[in-house]
């Protein structure tokens, strides 16, 4: 086991894609920002998807509207370059529609449940460990999933569509969840077990 | 220190952090977690990449989103533990007590098949909200839209079937 844990740093260390300090900062400050914005919380997650909380849908719109302005330029200038994830139409969709159901019932999505082990929460523990066994199944079961997944439509972007206005595009979308955002009532869930 | 912040606030630093992350300044890629959890589960059930297809496939991104996710793990407890100082061991969240039950059990099974069916079906759609809908949602992927209108559309037909209505 220690030596599959090394091995997962030394991959790291190689890949190309920062130095394993750099990349255990990234998840650092990707961890405290899921807590500090109460991210990690069910009553934030599940509480969007039963329309008790809004910050959920507020944050990420934000997040979105300003990542994909920043990402657009990044590109533009050479500094970034786009990794998109292919179109599997059948994967895609089976698998958002099992992903749903996990999310309002755990109430955490994959980083915030790791992130909620370490406030102590015994449930979002027993949910990683759920979660490992379905990483098992999958593993195990891919000979056989990947002739289910169905087409693969390609690494596409909606302004692939829309040559030469990759930048309206980007901005107008960007605009609206903004806008929508700010629009959105303010619905917060007070736990009272936040305040011993 | 305040013991949270606001939406707006944490929407903005979260998109500092992935142009950071995304630019050749930080890791050149977008990040992601379920590929990490997939990983996680390879190692400790000793599913090696010589073996089986699918290790071989996320060997390298799925080690360093393994990396990424003990990093936000830490950053999860110095900030329960210093900031916020919500760190306590609980094991029913408030709003499952108001709407579903009390009982410590029944949350619990519910978590194991809730965090199997997150981790499956993040595998099988290639990615998981980190991924599909802020990263790819941010690059205008066509895949993050269809995930997003999916997965949240589903949930909220989920909970409304899951969950007691208020007052009940």
Redesign the interface.
Known sequence: MLDRIANMFDIVAKGGHGSIWLVLFIGFVFGAIILYSRLNKFEKMAGFMIFEDTLVPRMAMTTVALSSIGFYFLVQSGYATFDVKPTILGGLIVGAILFGIGLVILGKCPSAFFVSVSEGRVDALVGVVGGMFGGLFFTLGYPWIKELLGTNLGKIRITDYFDGYGLIITLALSATLLITAYLLPTIDYKDPADDR | MP???P?????????L???????????????G??T????????????DPEN????AIV??SG??E???????????????VF??K???????????KE?KNKSIKS??I??????????????????????????????????????AV???????I???F??KR?GE
């Open positions: 013991r949270s912040i939406w707006w606030l944490g929407g903005i630093s979260m998109s952090l992935f142009y950071f992350t995304f630019s050749v300044w930080g890791a050149d890629r977008p990040i977690a379920s990490g959890m997939s990983y996680i589960a390879n190692m400790i059930f000793g599913l089986y297809e699918y290790a060997e390298q080690a360093w393994g990396v990424m996710l003990v990093g936000a793990f830490f950053g999860g407890l110095f900030m329960s900031v916020t919500t760190f306590h061991i609980s094991f029913i969240p408030t709003l499952w709407r949350r619990m519910w978590s194991f098949i809730a965090g199997f069916l997150l981790v499956f079906g993040a595998r099988l759609a290639g990615g998981c909200n980190a991924g599909h809908i802020l990263s790819g949602g941010s690059q205008l992927a066509v895949s993050g839209m269809i995930f999916v997965a949240l559309g589903t949930g909220m989920t909970g409304r899951f969950y208020k």
